[in-house]
């Protein structure tokens, strides 16, 4: 299994512009989230899923959307990007056993830089 | 989720025990103590959890208080390699309930 992967690991872009930070998996778990962590901090959870076609917002969801039209795939959408938007980007998943969640797994991030 | 409270840093010899406090004094009684690490520039790690009985794994072992209100992570032979931020999160392990990451310690192993 490749776990959680994520794509860029890298990303410069623009005050005002969009882009798509892509997150899977294929360990075949319901739940997956992203997370942004900021210099120095802790993380701090932006959207969540429980399963395809359900998503929630987490504590920081302003600015960001997310869909689940698969169980793999998790995209996080940066409409217009701002410079309070740099963070490094984490990916998570994990699965329910008897209504417990299980241990998350995460990706290795990506390092989002907005100018 | 109930708070936690961790040393901001801690210095550990290498090949000595790590033991890293957390203290929940608020923690309720179907929430668990979950502890993850994240090494420099990696996405975090978890390292173990528990409920209310001690835990152990291939990693490290779990110690909570009797009353629950505060647990300790022990890494028994720590290397350079466990340099990490160790994050102590109180949770109930529901579909709805995420992962709180606050802090941490920075644990800074030491030849």
């Known amino acids: 299994n490749a776990g959680v992967t994520q794509t860029p690991k890298f990303q410069v872009l623009k005050t005002g512009q969009s882009m798509t930070l892509q997150c899977a998996q294929d360990m075949n778990h319901e739940y997956m989230s992203w997370y942004r962590q900021d210099p120095g901090m802790g993380l701090r959870l932006i959207h969540y899923?429980?399963?395809?076609?359900?998503?929630d917002q987490g504590e920081v969801p302003n600015g960001y959307n997310v869909s689940r039209s698969t169980t793999e795939d998790f995209p996080l959408r940066l409409l217009s990007a701002a410079p309070s938007q740099t963070s490094v980007y984490f990916c998570a998943s994990s699965y329910f056993l008897a209504g417990v969640q299980e241990t998350q797994y995460f990706g290795p991030g990506t390092r989002l830089l907005v100018l | 989720d109930a708070k936690t409270t961790q040393p901001t840093s801690m210095d550990c010899a290498e090949g000595r025990a790590a033991n890293l406090p957390c203290n929940h004094s608020?923690?309720?009684?179907?929430?668990?103590v979950y502890w993850y690490r994240q090494i420099h520039s990696q996405g975090p790690q978890y390292i173990i959890h528990?409920?209310?009985n001690n835990e152990t794994n291939e990693m490290a072992s779990l110690i909570i208080t009797e009353d629950r209100k505060s647990s300790t992570l022990i890494l028994p032979h720590a290397t350079l390699r466990d340099t990490a931020v160790y994050y102590c999160?109180?949770?109930?392990?529901?579909?709805?309930?995420?992962?709180?990451f606050g802090g941490g310690t920075r644990l800074m192993v030491k030849p």
């Open positions: 899923s429980v399963g395809a076609g359900i998503t």
């Open positions: 608020t923690i309720s009684g179907n929430e668990y």
């Open positions: 999160i109180v949770r109930v392990p529901n579909a709805g309930n995420m992962l709180t």
């Open positions: 528990g409920l209310k």
